[in-house]
């Protein structure tokens, strides 16, 4: 049995990417409030992970986040503002759009539910390997990304230190590296 019960759910809200539902329910011990709920369509993490003689490289992407108004590193990352997607073909169009980059294999790493608490979007989470470079395409809201390559001793510092402050980003990491110690 679920501890809420929805008595009631309406939409207040929506546009192309996001929309807005608040319901009214009923907690196990009778009371009843409102929740608010985020609802996105399903999106993608992509880690590209590029092995060379030199060591392992990462490429990020940074852009403009308006709803903290500041510029932040992360792996690239995104939907298609579509319910049903193949997850594989997201994260590899995502990784193309975003850093031009094509991988010659893809694997899943594993689901991961974004800000669950608020919010309502799947994040499939994708490893990228055998990188070729090409052009990006990026969306016209993400025409400021800039692409940046550094060493995994680098990212980790970053994330350390705050200049990585996505936790999409921090979660896929954490996930790589669990996948990455039962796996090799």
């Not at 907690?27 to 060591?55: F, H």
């Not at 490429?59 to 903290?68: A, D, F, P, S």
């Amino acid at each position: 049995m679920k501890p809420i019960k929805t008595i009631s759910s309406r939409e207040v809200y929506r546009n192309p990417w996001t929309w807005v539902r608040e319901d009214i329910i009923e907690r196990e011990n009778g009371e009843r409030g409102v929740y608010g709920v985020i609802e996105k369509d399903p999106a993608c993490i992509v880690i590209p992970l590029e092995k060379t003689a030199d060591g392992d490289f990462l490429y990020l992407v940074e852009q403009y986040r308006y709803t903290v108004q500041e510029r932040f590193k992360e792996f690239p990352q995104g939907g298609w503002e579509m319910a049903d997607v193949v997850p594989e073909d997201l994260a590899r169009g995502e990784l193309k759009e975003e850093t031009g980059l094509t991988a010659a294999r893809m694997t899943m790493l594993g689901e991961m539910w974004i800000a669950y608490g608020v919010m309502h979007q799947k994040h499939y989470c994708y490893l990228a390997e055998g990188l070729s470079p090409g052009e990006t395409k990026p969306d016209p809201e993400e025409t400021d990304l800039k692409l940046y390559r550094v060493s995994v001793a680098e990212f980790e510092a970053m994330l350390l230190s705050g200049v990585i402050m996505d936790n999409c980003t921090m979660a896929a990491w954490g996930l790589y590296k669990v996948w990455r110690e039962k796996n090799t």
